[in-house]
């Protein structure tokens, strides 16, 4: 808004340069934020960095993934086999 005052209202020329000074802050503001970017792997003050969260989703949905839904159930000889997750087993006895 104050630009478009600046070339409407009549005033000095140095004052209309003055004008521009704060988007010429933002600009800079604007360059350094695209030049400094955000360090992903940097721990902040809780100790917990939003890469190494990223990384442990990843590693628990490849987990599931290979698994398929199915249990490792141990059997009565001691040898494990899979059934379908879902499926209650009864206990003998």
Not at 13 to 22: A, G, K, P
Not at 84 to 93: C, I, L, V, W, Y
């Amino acid at each position: 808004i104050d630009d478009l005052f600046a070339f409407v209202i009549k005033m000095p020329t140095l004052h209309r340069l003055s004008v521009f000074r704060d988007d010429l802050v933002f600009c800079v503001f604007l360059y350094q934020r695209w030049i400094y970017r955000v360090d992903k792997t940097r721990v902040n003050e809780f100790g917990w960095a939003p890469e190494e969260a990223e990384e442990k989703k990843a590693l628990e949905s490849s987990a599931t993934d290979a698994s398929e839904g199915k249990e490792i159930v141990a059997g009565a000889a001691g040898q494990e086999k899979e059934e379908p997750a879902g499926t209650a087993r009864k206990r003998k006895g």
